[in-house]
């Protein structure tokens, strides 16, 4: 018997209310194809959204990829949803809309909810499932307390594609299952909490390393099914290591299958190109005004915290959304009601994206990738915040890479470009990244960022790591940065995984491994990164020397660390500093051992002197590495 379309719905007038009104935000378990049992018959329920077609068939390998036999129908409440069940097929069926619109124009497009999309090229999507049986169980009932603002927060970001190819065949992708065996037990024993992939939304293009986003609730099929990339969560859960996945509502591409022009108008971008065009990233800005639309991205965020057991988003291009002339020139663009420049319908789906997340999902993060000084970004929303969890700290990152990137013999003439941080570094709160953004497109790897010699781009490296560590706020180090990676990150490739084989590299990886495991097991790292009473300058104004020196201070004192940091090649014979209380002072971490690649120059372990010096009621005398820092702690 020929297959049919028959009259069915998963929408109830509730549903359809939510939707219209902007506040439906599980719209993935409504829209798309799902497999349906209706007394006893197992078929295929088909949603999509367009309000400005004519019609909508389901087109597919089932019906010889023929417009005519699969007419969806069209709902009567002018929701603009047209939906049906298609009885004896199920997962595995790939398929298509083909859509009229109001012109005439055939068009076929992708799911926009597919949770499956055929390999690329190929852009068909295919009835898929997110069922999976999760084991980490433990890891979300700890979440909570793994994911505090108080606690440790080290975040390794990755791009699967590029972290680690088959050695016997590089031009091969590992799966996710594959990636996972080598993946989970790396980040486990270099320290870090947390990774971060870059996008893994099905994206057409991959030199767009995941940015445009065609298939917003597909996991790419480049590395495997849905559940490969669960098995790959789920892995990393059960070692403790949390998942951030960036996630990109600024833009979308135009490929033709994708969302762009979904139903013959501008259904999910703007008409107006003044508005609903980026043109750097030649793409189409979402309408944030239309409620439809602000339902499918706040979904699609759910979508992944909840299907896929994600424990925070990174929010990519948040200052693209913010505002109207963002790239643009004069008569560029369409100033708001009131004649600014800030686009209000984007503040408030940033708002209340954030608002639904910390809603349903208490214990995750939001980080925001804003590059300027927008005020209150992670503050809360009832603080006329915009209610993200975290912002990228770029202008720490920006100074923090043009100071080590001096000459030694110049940065007394830039001593304030690290002392600086201090003045806005409790606005926000702050995350440190060293991202992937830093060292592609001639950028140069974060050790040719460095100054001199081998020995001293290293020495240098390794400095500028620990200053990361020892300054408040979370930490963000961007794959290979932690071996010291020799060349510009390329997506086409696998990181140079042999660089391990020669010393300085396996001393920069032993190093970034002691930062994190300090990191974690000192409370004064972590307890107050977000608050100035958690840091104290000692020594701010030796630019003479390039000396800094710092406290990190959590609730007890007891813990309290003092971090020295002697940027030039000089080493500094009994160098005095301010400490905060007598005792014996130990050396917690030395940047220049002999293990790390350093000199190995022996420090003795200082005595206290009573004596006041720099504020401090008493004061240590120690010689200072070159190119190098140390952390002393009290021992009690």
């Given at each position: ?31 798309g194809s799902q497999t349906v049992s209706i ?336 005020p209150g970004v992670s503050k809360p929303t ?255």
């Amino acid at each position: 018997m020929e297959k049919t379309v028959e009259a069915f719905s998963l929408w109830t007038d509730f549903d359809v209310n939510l939707f219209r009104a902007g506040q439906h935000f599980r719209l993935y378990q409504k829209l798309g194809s799902q497999t349906v049992s209706i007394e006893g018959r197992e078929g295929v329920y088909f949603a999509v959204w367009a309000p400005n077609a004519q019609s909508v068939s389901v087109i597919g390998n089932f019906n010889g990829w023929n417009p005519y036999n699969h007419q969806l129908l069209v709902r009567w409440d002018e929701s603009g949803i047209w939906e049906g069940v298609i009885f004896d097929i199920g997962i595995g069926e790939v398929y298509k809309y083909h859509i009229v619109t109001q012109r005439g124009e055939r068009l076929e497009k992708s799911d926009p909810f597919a949770t499956l999309v055929e390999l690329p090229p190929k852009t068909a999507s295919i009835v898929s499932t997110t069922w999976y049986e999760w084991k980490d169980e433990q890891w979300m009932s700890d979440r909570e307390e793994r994911n505090r603002l108080d606690r440790p927060f080290a975040v390794y970001e990755l791009h699967i594609g590029s972290w680690m190819r088959d050695p016997a065949h590089p031009n091969r992708f590992l799966s996710y299952r594959e990636i996972a065996d080598r993946l989970v037990p790396y980040v486990r024993e270099m320290g870090f909490t947390h990774v971060e992939f870059m996008p893994l939304m099905e994206h057409p293009y991959y030199p767009s390393w995941g940015y445009q986003v065609t298939g917003f609730f597909a996991a790419s099929s480049r590395y495997g099914a849905p559940q490969d990339l669960m098995y790959l969560i789920d892995q990393l859960h059960e070692s403790g290591i949390g998942v951030i996945m960036d996630w990109v509502p600024a833009h979308f591409p135009g490929d033709a299958h994708g969302l762009w022009q979904f139903d013959g108008t501008a259904l999910y971008e703007h008409e107006d190109p003044k508005k609903g065009f980026h043109p750097d990233w030649k793409s189409y800005i979402f309408n944030y005004g239309r409620n439809e639309v602000r339902s499918f991205l706040i979904s699609n965020a759910l979508f992944w915290l909840d299907r896929y057991h994600i424990d925070g988003l990174r929010v990519d291009a948040v200052a693209s959304m913010l505002y109207l002339d963002y790239s643009r020139k004069e008569g560029e663009w369409v100033p708001n009601a009131f004649g600014g420049r800030e686009n209000l319908e984007a503040v408030h789906f940033i708002k209340e994206f954030n608002e639904a997340v910390y809603h349903h999902f208490p214990d995750v993060q939001t980080i925001a990738e804003e590059s300027t000084s927008w005020p209150g970004v992670s503050k809360p929303t009832y603080d006329n915040g915009l209610g993200f969890g975290m912002k990228w700290m770029m202008g720490w990152m920006h100074d923090t890479l043009a100071y080590f990137a001096e000459d030694p013999i110049n940065r007394t003439y830039h001593h304030d470009k690290l002392t600086f941080a201090t003045v806005y570094a409790y606005h926000e709160h702050f995350m440190l990244p060293l991202s992937h953004d830093e060292v592609v497109y001639g950028k140069r790897p974060l050790i040719y960022k460095m100054p001199g010699d081998e020995w001293q781009q290293f020495a240098n490296l390794r400095a500028l790591y620990l200053y990361m560590y020892t300054f408040s706020g979370t930490k963000l180090l961007f794959m290979g940065g932690e071996f010291a990676q020799t060349t510009e990150w390329n997506v086409n490739q696998s990181l140079d995984w042999h660089l391990l084989e020669y010393a300085p590299h396996r001393g920069m990886q032993e190093c970034v491994k002691r930062l994190n495991a300090m990191y974690r097991s000192e409370p004064a790292l972590y307890e107050k990164s977000f608050s100035p009473s958690g840091f104290e300058w000692v020594e701010y104004g030796d630019r003479q020397n390039s000396v800094f020196a710092y406290l990190r201070k959590g609730h007890d004192r007891d813990n309290d660390l003092v971090v020295i940091l002697n940027l030039t090649p000089v080493i500094r014979r009994n160098y005095r500093i301010g400490v905060p209380a007598v005792g014996e002072w130990k050396i917690l971490f030395n940047s220049d051992d002999l293990d790390l690649y350093g000199s190995g120059m022996i420090v003795e372990q200082p005595t206290t002197n009573p004596v006041p010096w720099m504020g401090m009621p008493c004061s240590i005398a120690v010689d200072l590495p070159p190119l190098g820092g140390l952390v002393f702690k009290l021992a009690k």
